[in-house]
């Protein structure tokens, strides 16, 4: 198994169906990477939980849980295709459950343990249509990008319909599609340029770094500092990135 560092990128292919693992935050560097395409040809976010690998399928509206970062060997899968047609992200939870976005309803998901179709909440009408990528932030709040109106949003708790915060990033990407926290700054992916973002804080217009990647329909992004995104160790680990 690869060992993950701890800020180490995840991010999707869609067009090739690839997951990928790159060195740092951002970089070029690729560590690894492990073609899916055989398993669901419609791949669409991806997540990490410390120890294995998540990530979404919308032709079998699957969710799957991959062993450490990366293997072939798939740990478990679930149908969703009775709760969301068109899963579209996902995120470990500190508690060891899982949020989920689902496209068809526009919204988000909180299902208990990984995985399983017992729900703790689902929630819509956050009026952003197209929920495309989330991540759950501090143990309890949520992250998530409007493939509609090309937003990010910072929603509190899970779940209510309050926003916290909000940036319309249309002038940087018109077909944001996946997002994730790293406990100082924001990740996100756009599907339009094919490029990899890391914005600063939570949320600003100011980008601290652009990459463009080498697949197309870029689906989703995460970062491997699993502590850091949940917020379960001091903020003084993060003085690298102040």
């Known amino acids: 198994m690869v060992a993950v560092l701890e800020f180490d990128t995840f991010w999707l292919g869609g067009a090739d169906d690839i997951l990928y693992l ?11 990477s492990l073609d899916v395409n055989s398993v669901d040809s419609q791949s669409a976010d991806i997540g990490w939980d410390g120890i294995n690998t998540l990530w979404m399928g919308r032709q079998a509206d699957k969710q799957y849980l991959q062993s450490g970062a990366f293997s072939s060997t ?16 996902i995120s470990a939870e500190a508690d060891g459950d899982t949020s989920w976005n689902g496209f068809s309803a526009d919204k988000m998901y909180s299902t208990s343990g990984q995985f399983s179709t017992t729900f703790r909440d689902s929630q819509g009408g956050y009026g952003l249509t197209g929920i495309f990528g989330q991540a759950a932030v501090d143990g309890e709040d949520q992250f998530a990008t409007g493939f509609d109106t090309d937003k990010l949003m910072y929603v509190s708790g899970t779940f209510t319909t309050t926003v916290k915060d909000s940036i319309d990033q249309t002038a940087t990407e018109n077909l944001a599609s996946g997002i994730s926290w790293e406990g100082v700054n924001t990740l996100w992916s756009g599907d339009q340029h094919d490029d990899l973002y890391e914005t600063s804080g939570r949320f600003t217009s100011t980008i601290k770094q652009t990459i463009s990647v080498p697949d197309t329909g870029v689906n989703g992004i995460a970062t491997s500092n699993f502590n850091g995104r949940l917020d379960l160790i001091a903020d003084t680990a993060y003085a690298y990135w102040m």
């Open 74 to 89: 798939i740990k478990f899968s679930l149908n969703v295709t009775s709760i969301d047609t068109q899963p579209s992200g």
């Open 22 to 32: 790159y060195s740092g935050q951002l970089t070029t560097t690729e560590v690894t």
